[in-house]
T-cell receptor, first 110, second 115 residues
Framework: DQQVKQNSPSLSVQEGRISILNCDYTNSMFDYFLWYKKYPAEGPTFLISISSIKDKNEDGRFTVFLNKSAKHLSLHIVPSQPGDSAVYFCAARYGNKLVFGAGTILRVKS | NAGVTQTPKFRVLKTGQSMTLLCAQDMNHEYMYWYRQDPGMGLRLIHYSVGEGTTAKGEVPDGYNVSRLKKQNFLLGLESAAPSQTSVYFC??????????????FGSGTQLSVL
């Protein structure tokens, strides 16, 4: 039973446009949400996070939105750049553990 | 600053063989984790440790054992490898939990194939 779901396995976006990656969760006890980015042959790296008491967090080109009533999280990248092409994992914290989604492959075309 | 280092990077085993994956971190982090990544499954937690001498089970602990004898090292053992354990294994560490310190620092992974 996957508690964190990323329903889109892949997304293709033109350079300069907005990329929107989505994540849904089922456990209302999650209190912190994070996005990680992964390039091939490397480990995931932290990108941005949001506490469950907030609905938006922004860091440069990256913004994370949290809709607690819908149990939905999204990551917006504006403008998208070719270097953003990677796998993006959504993660949620419960206790000492992070639960990850299956990931979304983002391809930014130049 | 090396961060999180995993050895080996690649390994091929025959069914029934045993091996140990080593993870070392130089950031003085309290928490350490072992994840496996499989296609369509994301990262699944195998075991974790909240401090030297402690370990706990994650989502998929069966077939694996771990030890945290030193704060900087976290070992993952496979006693009798099975083809279902073919995967990419990631080690991660994090500072003591709480506040905004939830982000994990990952190693570059170990590709394990069990034939």
């Amino acid at each position: 039973d996957q508690q964190v779901k990323q329903n889109s396995p892949s997304l293709s976006v033109q350079e300069g446009r907005i990329s929107i990656l989505n994540c849904d969760y089922t456990n209302s006890m999650f209190d912190y949400f994070l996005w990680y980015k992964k390039y091939p042959a490397e480990g995931p790296t932290f990108l941005i996070s949001i506490s469950s008491i907030k609905d938006k967090n922004e860091d440069g080109r990256f913004t994370v939105f949290l809709n607690k009533s819908a149990k939905h999280l999204s990551l917006h990248i504006v403008p998208s750049q070719p270097g953003d092409s990677a796998v993006y994992f959504c993660a949620a914290r419960y206790g000492n553990k992070l639960v990850f989604g299956a990931g979304t492959i983002l391809r930014v075309k130049s | 600053n090396a961060g999180v280092t995993q050895t080996p990077k690649f390994r091929v085993l025959k069914t029934g063989q045993s091996m140990t994956l080593l993870c070392a971190q130089d950031m003085n982090h309290e928490y350490m984790y072992w994840y496996r990544q499989d296609p369509g499954m994301g990262l699944r937690l195998i075991h974790y440790s909240v401090g030297e001498g402690t370990t706990a089970k994650g989502e998929v602990p069966d077939g694996y054992n771990v030890s945290r004898l030193k704060k900087q090292n976290f070992l993952l053992g496979l006693e009798s490898a099975a083809p279902s354990q073919t995967s990419v294994y990631f080690c991660a560490s994090s500072p003591r939990g709480g506040g905004s310190n939830e982000k994990l620092f990952f190693g570059s992974g170990t590709q394990l194939s069990v034939l």
